[in-house]
C-alpha cells in the first residue's frame, strides 16, 4: 500500500454509516492442514455458508504476510480472515502465532487509517470441524455486511 | 536360502497407523507392499483419535502424509490420500489373509476380497446411495452417537474415499441406491473373490480390541446412558466427533459437571492380568480436554497407580493435577449406581486411609483396556505363528519384532499393549527385519514408472488449459458450468476451456490427456472436488503428457462451492466463476518446480556400541550397506554389560557375547573404539563427520563421508548420595544387587531382610519422570531372591508400581511370594540411617497411617536413567535438540520417535529415554530400517517446495534465523549479501521444510518459497487477492 492510499483515507471518508445490505467480497487465507481440511469437511457435510469468500491455500499460515492481507484491501476486498491451526497444534510447530500476531498488527494498519480493523480475523479449527468453518464464514459475512464496503473501492475506482 | 530367489514384496496384515508406517517404509526402500486391511478403511483405532497424549496433536494434522506431489515434508505417518498413495503399496481393505505357505523368502498368500459393492474407482462421493438408502444404522466410526446408512462413508475423510455398501441382514435389497448411482459405480451383486499373492515376508500389524465393558455389569454400562467408554469420550472430545468436540451427557445433552474416570476396567484383572499400558495417559488427556472444553468441570481419575512412564509423560501429569486440578484419587472402583431421576452417577469407594466414601458424577468414563485383536487366534493358526499365554503375538525378548514362524514379524499392539510411539518404532523396526531378510531380492524404485521426459516449456508462450468437472450433478446441477466454461474462454492466455462430466474417471482423464497433447497448453486449471483428494491423480495427469506437475492449479469447485451453496446457485456460479479467474491468475504464474537429484553415500555412521548401536549396525549391514560404528569407551556394549538376568528368563551376556561376535565379524562394519564424533556438516546422503580415535595417548582425527547418521549413545544409571548411598555399603542400587546376586548366590541366602526404594533420583530442579524399567528390574531382583532365599522379608518403597504390559505378571508373581509392597508419598518420602551401626528404613505406612522402622540387611535403590553427559555437546554439534529430562529429543513425540528433523539422522535406545532391552532393540532396528529406506534409493531427491534466499538483497539481520521454527537458516559468512557485505543467509534445501514463515518476515524480502512466490500470490499481474472480478 503506497503512502498515498493510506493518506486519501481519512476517517471521515469512512464515516458512511447508512449502509446498504451488500454482499461483501472476502478473502481467506488457509494453511493446506486444518484451514483448507475444515473447508473440505464442510463440504463433505454439506454444511452452507454464504458464497462470497475466496480461499488461498498455503502451506502453512505463517506463510501470511501482512502485505499479502493489505493487498487483498488494497484491491478492494471488504473483509480478510485466516483460517489456522488451533493454537499448540500448527503442523510448523508455530506458523499459526505467527498469523495471530500479523493480524493484530494488520488490524492495527487498518483501525489507524480508519479502514477498521475488524475487516480481518484470524479464526482457529481443526480440519474436522466443518461446522466451525462455515460458522467463520457467517460471522465475517455479518460483521463486514454492518460495516459496509470497503471504502477504498470508491476512491480507487475500482467498483 | 541361496537357491531360491527372494520375492520383492511384503504382506502388510492391518492398516492401522503400525501397518501403514510399516508399508511407508518397505515402499520407500523399493519394495512392494500388499498392505490387507479387514474392514473398509485405513487408519484403525488411531484414526478415531482426536488428540494425542502428551502433546494434544491433532491426529488428524499430524498423521496426514505428504500433501501433493513431491511434498518436501518427510511423511509423519502414512495416513495415505487415495491418489497420493505410494506407488509400491498395493491397498485391500475388506481383505483377509485365509491361507500361506512357503518359506522366508518366498510365501504364496491367499487373500480374500469380501464385497465393497461399490467400485472405489468410480464413486465421486455425492452420497446419493446414501440419501434414498432406506436403512439406518448405529455409526461405528462415532461409537453409536450418531447413525448411518447402510449405504455409507465410515468417515468424512475415509481411505478409500468412497462409499461402501453393508449388505447385512437388515439389507431389504431395494437396490435404489444402485438405480440412483450417477457413475453406476455400485453392484450389489458383486461376489467375494481370492487372490493368490506371492511376498517374500510377512508383517502382522493386527493392532487390538477394545475391552466391551457391558461384559462387566457393576458398571452399568450399556444401561446407565451417562456410562461411557473412553472411545465414547475420544469422540465426544474429537472435532471430528458429533459435537466438533463439545462433551455433552448422553442423557440430557447437558455439560457434565463432575467427570469420573474409572481405570483398569478390563486390565490388571483376572481375566486380564496384564497391564494395557495406554489406559492411564489417555484418562489424563481426556480430562485435560474436558478441563479446557467445559467450564468449571471438575474431574476425577480412580486409579491403581499412575502409569506416566514415557519422555514428557510425568510433566504431563504433574501438570494435570497441579495446574488444571484433575483430582487423582487411589482407588478401584468397584461398581457404579445410577440416580433413576437425574442419570447422576453415585461411585461408592474407600480411599487410600480405609475411609468409605460417596461420590456423585454427571458422566463416568471407563478407561477400557486392549485385549488381542479380533479374530488374531483364527489367523495365527493359519499362518503358524504362536500366541502367548494372553492371546497376543508370541516374540523373544531378544527378537521383539519376530514371531515364531521365521519369515513373519509383528509390530504394535498385537505383540503387547502399547500407545502409538512405540507402535510406529516397531512398525519401522519390522521393515528393518524384512529389509535385512530381502536383502537382494528385486527392487523397484518408487518412481520408476515409465514416463517421458519433462518438456521444457521456459520459452513457450503461456497456454492455459482449463478443465471444468461437472462431476455429475455435484457441481452442474448447482453450477452453471457452461457459463463458467465460456468465461473462462475469455481470461488471459486461456487456450482451451472444457468442461468434462467426470474428471477422475478413466473417460475424463483421457479427455484431459488428449486435450493437452492437442492444445500443447503449458499451465492446466482443474476445477474439481477438492486437491486433497485429486490433486495428485491430475499432477499424475500432467506428468504423463510431459509437464512438470507444479504447472496444475486445481480450483475447488464442488467441496467449497457447489456443496456448500446448495441454496444459492446463482452465487455458487459467480463464485466458481472467481475461483477460476483465480485460478487462471495463479496458474499463468506457476513454473516447473524440480526436485535436485543425486547420488549420495550409501553408508552409515552410528554413534554408540551399545545394545542399540550394535543392533542398528548390525541391521544396516544385513541391509547391504557399510557402517561405521563409533564407540566412545574401548569396549562395546554399554550398558548391556550391566544386566546380568531378566525378569523374562533370556541371559543378556549371551546376548551381548553374541552381537559383540557378530559385530566384530560383520566384515560391513567398521569398529572404531575409543572414539567420538568431534565436529559433523553436511546433509542427508551427504554427512561428513569427523571422528577423533584416542590410540596409545595420541589423538587421531579422520573425516568420513556418509549418507546417515545414527545416535545411540546411551544413559547412565544415576549413582548420586541419597538414601546414605557411597556413605554406607550396605546401601547399593539395584544394578549392584543384580550383579551380586548373578555372580554370588550365597549373597542371597544371607539375607534376613532387604528394602528396596523405588524412583530415586537427583536433587529437585532435576526434571522428574519414570525410567520406566526400575520397577521390573526390582521385582525381578525380589523374585530371584525369593527363590533362592524364600524366608528374606522384601519390602519395596513405590510410588507408582510402574509394571505396564505383560510385565504385570512379575508385580503378581513378587505378591505372591510374599514381597511387602508400601506405597510412600512423593512430598513424604522414606529415609534411611544408622542408628548403632544398625541399617534402619524409616517410611510412612499408608493404610495404618503410621511411621515403621524397617532394619534391613541392605538397602537397594532404584536409581534413576539420567542422560549422558556428553549430550548437550554432541546435541550443539549435530544441531539436535534435547528434552526438558535431557535426552535427546526427537522429530515428533508420537510419529516419528526414532527421527531427528533434520533428515537422516536417527534416534535410538537410551539416548532417547530409558528403555528395557526389548524396547532398545526395537528401536534399533527401527532407526535401521528409515536408514536402509534412504540408503537403498537409487537417487536422492532433495528441495522442491522450499524457500531460497536471494543473497544480493540479505543483509543478514538474522530475522530468518530467528524466526524458522525448525532452526534452519544460517548465516553463511562464505555467502555475500547486499552491498558485498561479508555473510548472508543460507537455507539448506534439504531441511527446509517448506512452511514459508521466514518468507513472510523478511524485512528485506529477499526469501521466496518455491510455488508460492509474491509474485505467485499477492503481487501476480493479475488480481489474486481482494475485489471478485465477477460480471
Known amino acids: 500500500m503506497t503512502q498515498e492510499t493510506v493518506s486519501a483515507v481519512s476517517p471521515a471518508t469512512t464515516q458512511e454509516n447508512a449502509v446498504e445490505p451488500f454482499e461483501p467480497d472476502i478473502t481467506a487465507f488457509t494453511c493446506i492442514y486444518c484451514g483448507f481440511m475444515s473447508a473440505d469437511t464442510a463440504g463433505a457435510l454439506h454444511f452452507s455458508y454464504p458464497a462470497n469468500v475466496k480461499l488461498l491455500k498455503l502451506p502453512c499460515t505463517g506463510k501470511v504476510d501482512v502485505e499479502y492481507i493489505l493487498k487483498a484491501f488494497e484491491n478492494g476486498a471488504d473483509g480478510v480472515y485466516v483460517v489456522a491451526c488451533p493454537l499448540g497444534n500448527c503442523h510448523h510447530l508455530e506458523g499459526n502465532v505467527r498469523a495471530t500476531k500479523r493480524v493484530a498488527y494488520a488490524k492495527k494498519l487498518l483501525d489507524e487509517i480508519g479502514l477498521g480493523g475488524e475487516r480481518v480475523e484470524i479464526f482457529y479449527m481443526s480440519g474436522g470441524q466443518g461446522g466451525a468453518f462455515a460458522e467463520a464464514a457467517r460471522t465475517m459475512t455479518e460483521r463486514i455486511r454492518k460495516m459496509g464496503p470497503n471504502p477504498l473501492r470508491k476512491i480507487l475506482n475500482r467498483c | ?1031
Request: charged share 25%; glycine share 8%.
Open chain 2, 1 to 1031: 536360502m541361496p537357491h531360491r530367489e527372494k520375492i520383492g514384496a511384503v504382506l502388510v496384515v492391518g492398516a492401522g497407523v503400525g501397518g501403514m508406517r510399516a508399508a511407508v517404509d518397505l515402499a520407500e526402500a523399493g519394495l512392494q507392499v500388499y498392505l490387507v486391511e479387514a474392514s473398509s478403511s485405513l487408519g484403525g483405532v488411531v484414526a478415531q483419535l482426536g488428540f494425542m497424549f502428551p502433546t494434544h496433536d491433532c491426529v488428524l494434522c499430524r498423521g496426514t502424509s505428504d500433501h501433493g506431489y513431491g511434498c518436501t515434508r518427510p511423511s509423519i505417518t502414512p495416513a495415505l490420500l487415495d491418489h497420493s498413495v505410494h506407488p509400491n503399496i498395493h491397498v485391500m481393505t475388506l481383505s483377509e489373509v485365509v491361507a500361506l505357505d512357503g518359506l522366508p523368502g518366498d510365501f504364496r498368500v491367499t487373500i480374500l476380497h469380501k464385497p465393497r459393492y461399490v467400485d472405489v474407482r468410480k464413486c465421486i462421493n455425492c452420497g446419493d446411495c446414501s440419501e434414498v438408502c432406506p436403512v439406518d444404522l448405529p455409526d461405528r466410526f462415532q461409537t453409536g452417537f450418531t447413525t448411518h446408512k447402510a449405504a455409507f462413508k465410515p468417515a468424512p475423510r475415509a481411505i478409500p474415499n468412497a462409499y461402501l455398501i453393508e449388505k447385512g441382514h437388515y439389507c431389504i435389497d431395494c437396490r435404489k441406491c444402485e438405480e440412483v448411482c450417477p457413475t453406476k459405480a455400485i453392484n450389489l451383486d458383486e461376489a467375494e473373490t481370492y487372490e493368490e499373492i506371492r511376498v517374500g515376508a510377512v508383517i502382522l500389524a493386527l493392532g487390538y480390541r477394545l475391552y466391551d465393558p457391558s461384559r462387566a455389569a457393576e458398571y452399568g454400562y450399556g444401561r446407565y446412558p451417562n456410562v461411557i467408554t473412553s472411545l465414547q469420550y475420544e469422540r465426544l472430545a474429537s472435532r471430528s466427533g458429533p459435537t466438533e468436540g463439545i462433551v455433552l451427557r448422553p442423557s440430557d445433552n447437558q455439560f457434565p459437571k463432575r467427570i469420573a474416570w474409572l481405570q483398569c476396567v478390563g486390565s490388571r484383572d483376572k481375566e486380564h492380568p496384564y497391564c494395557s499400558s495406554i489406559c492411564c495417559m489417555y484418562a489424563t488427556k481426556e480430562a485435560l480436554l474436558a478441563k479446557q472444553r467445559v467450564p468449571g468441570v471438575e474431574c476425577e481419575i480412580f486409579m491403581m497407580d499412575e502409569r506416566a512412564f514415557s519422555k514428557e509423560y510425568n510433566a504431563y501429569y504433574e501438570r494435570a493435577r497441579d495446574e488444571f486440578g484433575v483430582k487423582y484419587t487411589r482407588c478401584r472402583v468397584s461398581g457404579i449406581k445410577e440416580d433413576p431421576k437425574t442419570h447422576d452417577l453415585i461411585l461408592d469407594y474407600q480411599t487410600e486411609d480405609g475411609k468409605l466414601r460417596e461420590s456423585r458424577f454427571g458422566l463416568v468414563v471407563l478407561s477400557v483396556g486392549s485385549e488381542p485383536p479380533p479374530k488374531a487366534k483364527a489367523l495365527a493358526e493359519k499362518l503358524g505363528v504362536d500366541l502367548n499365554t494372553y492371546g497376543f503375538c508370541e516374540t523373544d525378548k531378544f527378537e521383539p519384532l519376530d514371531t515364531t514362524r521365521p519369515g513373519i514379524f509383528v509390530c504394535g499392539a498385537f505383540a503387547t499393549p502399547k500407545e502409538i510411539a512405540e507402535t510406529v518404532i516397531d512398525a519401522s523396526g519390522a521393515a528393518a527385519r524384512v529389509m535385512e531378510l530381502l536383502s537382494g531380492a528385486t527392487r523397484v524404485a518408487p518412481s520408476a514408472r515409465p514416463l517421458p521426459p519433462e518438456r521444457d516449456i521456459t520459452n513457450e508462450p503461456r497456454k492455459v488449459a482449463v478443465y471444468v468437472c461437472e462431476c455429475g450433478q455435484e457441481v452442474a446441477g448447482v453450477v452453471d458450468v457452461p457459463a463458467v466454461v465460456e468465461r473462462a474462454r475469455t481470461l488471459p492466455d486461456v487456450v482451451s476451456a472444457e468442461h468434462v462430466q467426470y474428471a477422475c474417471l478413466p473417460e475424463g482423464l483421457d479427455q484431459i490427456r488428449e486435450s493437452l497433447r492437442q492444445s500443447g497448453a503449458n499451465r492446466v486449471v482443474v476445477a474439481a472436488c477438492t486437491p486433497r483428494t485429486h490433486e495428485a491423480l491430475f499432477q499424475q495427469v500432467l506428468r504423463e503428457v510431459g509437464l512438470n506437475p507444479y504447472l496444475l492449479e486445481f480450483v475447488s469447485i464442488r467441496d467449497h462451492c457447489s456443496w456448500v451453496h446448495r441454496e444459492d446457485p446463482a452465487g455458487a456460479t459467480r463464485k466458481a466463476h472467481e475461483l477460476i479467474r483465480v485460478g487462471v491468475a495463479r496458474a499463468r504464474t506457476l513454473e516447473p518446480v524440480h526436485k535436485v537429484r543425486g547420488d549420495f553415500r550409501r553408508s552409515a555412521v552410528v554413534l554408540g556400541g551399545g545394545l542399540a548401536g550394535m543392533t542398528a549396525a548390525l541391521a544396516i549391514a544385513d541391509g547391504g550397506y557399510d557402517v561405521y560404528l563409533v564407540e566412545k569407551t574401548d569396549q562395546l556394549g554399554g550398558n548391556l554389560r550391566h544386566l546380568y538376568f531378566t525378569a523374562e528368563g533370556p541371559d543378556p551376556q549371551r546376548l551381548l557375547r553374541q552381537l559383540v561376535k557378530d559385530v566384530e565379524c560383520n566384515p560391513r562394519i567398521a569398529v572404531l573404539k575409543s572414539s567420538e564424533l568431534v565436529g559433523f556438516g553436511g546433509h542427508v546422503g551427504n554427512f561428513r563427520s569427523v571422528i577423533a580415535t584416542r590410540k596409545n595417548g595420541e589423538t587421531v582425527t579422520q573425516t568420513i563421508s556418509h549418507g546417515v547418521l545414527i545416535v545411540a549413545t546411551g544413559a547412565k544409571e544415576y549413582r548420586g548420595q541419597q538414601y546414605l548411598f557411597g556413605q554406607d555399603p550396605r546401601v547399593i542400587t539395584q544394578l549392584d544387587l543384580e550383579k551380586q546376586i548373578a555372580t554370588s548366590p550365597d549373597m542371597a541366602h544371607s539375607l534376613n531382610s532387604i528394602v528396596m526404594i523405588q524412583c530415586v533420583r537427583g536433587p529437585e530442579p532435576q526434571a522428574d519422570y519414570c525410567s520406566r524399567t526400575c520397577c521390573t528390574n526390582t521385582l525381578k531382583n525380589a523374585i530371584r531372591i525369593k527363590q533362592i532365599n524364600p524366608d528374606c522379608q522384601i519390602y519395596v518403597l513405590y510410588k507408582d508400581l510402574i509394571t505396564y504390559g505383560h510385565r504385570e505378571e512379575f508385580y503378581t508373581e513378587a505378591r505372591r511370594r510374599g514381597v511387602i509392597f508400601m506405597r510412600y508419598d512423593e512430598n513424604e518420602r522414606p529415609s534411611v540411617r544408622v542408628v548403632n551401626e544398625e541399617l534402619q528404613v524409616v517410611v510412612r505406612e499408608p493404610i495404618l497411617g503410621e511411621r515403621v522402622i524397617l532394619k534391613p540387611d541392605v538397602v537397594a535403590l532404584s536409581m534413576a536413567t539420567v542422560p549422558a553427559d556428553s549430550n548437550p555437546q554432541l546435541a550443539r554439534l549435530l544441531g539436535v535438540p534435547l528434552s526438558r529430562e535431557g535426552f535427546f529429543m526427537e522429530a515428533h513425540l508420537k510419529l516419528r520417535p526414532m527421527d531427528f528433523i533434520g533428515e537422516g539422522i536417527f534416534l535410538c535406545g537410551l539416548a532417547h529415554y530409558p528403555k528395557f532391552i526389548e524396547e532398545s532393540i526395537s528401536h534399533a532396528l527401527a532407526t535401521a530400517g528409515r536408514a536402509l529406506s534412504i540408503l537403498s534409493k537409487p537417487t536422492l531427491e532433495l528441495g522442491g517446495v522450499v524457500a531460497s534466499v536471494d543473497e544480493s538483497k540479505c543483509v543478514a539481520c538474522l530475522t530468518c534465523v530467528r524466526t524458522c521454527p525448525f532452526d534452519v537458516p544460517v548465516v553463511d559468512p562464505q555467502r555475500v549479501g547486499n552491498g558485498g557485505i561479508k555473510g548472508a543467509a543460507y537455507i539448506d534445501p534439504a531441511l527446509c521444510q517448506g512452511c514459508g514463515t521466514c518468507t513472510a518476515e523478511c524485512p528485506a524480502n529477499a526469501i521466496q518459497l518455491a510455488h508460492y512466490r509474491d509474485d505467485q500470490l499477492a503481487l501476480c499481474d493479475m488480481d489474486i487477492l481482494g475485489r471478485w472480478q465477477v460480471v
